[in-house]
């Protein structure tokens, strides 16, 4: 099965930087698509960065500028590189994944387990 794994959450102070990476494990064919997706208590999950197995990456407005998403690297990972973080940008941070399975099945969506991210003074 194919499992995510986050991690580079914490506590940062505004105007800091942060940089969380989400390794994809497991028996697959292909990851077609990466992207980064944050939630507030009390609201929808959002997306914040997504990018393409072939590099083409968006951005959600509020983080444009600030957030860069990279391409997805030989080990399956990819990193949400966050500068100038505001108090506003504080949530669960949630790795997601459309990845292509080995065999006659159509492509799959995977979730990892959520990292928090807290912008405070």
């Known amino acids: 099965q194919v499992q995510l794994r986050e991690s580079g959450g914490g506590l940062v102070q505004p105007g800091g930087s942060l940089r969380l990476s989400c390794a994809a494990s497991?028996?697959?064919?292909?990851?077609?698509?990466m992207a980064w997706y944050r939630q507030v208590p009390g609201n929808q999950r959002e997306l914040v960065a997504a990018?393409?197995?072939?590099?083409?990456?968006n951005y959600a407005d509020p983080v444009k500028g600030r957030f860069t998403v990279s391409g997805i690297d030989a080990k399956n990972t990819v990193y949400l590189q966050m500068n100038s973080l505001k108090p506003e940008d504080t949530a669960v941070y949630y790795c997601?994944?459309?990845?292509?399975?080995?065999?006659?099945?159509?492509?799959?969506?995977?979730w990892g387990q959520g990292t928090q991210v807290t912008v405070s003074s």
């Open positions: 997601n994944a459309d990845i292509t399975l080995v065999g006659p099945v159509p492509p799959r969506s995977f």
């Open positions: 990018i393409t197995s072939g590099n083409s990456a």
């Open positions: 497991g028996s697959f064919f292909r990851i077609n698509t």
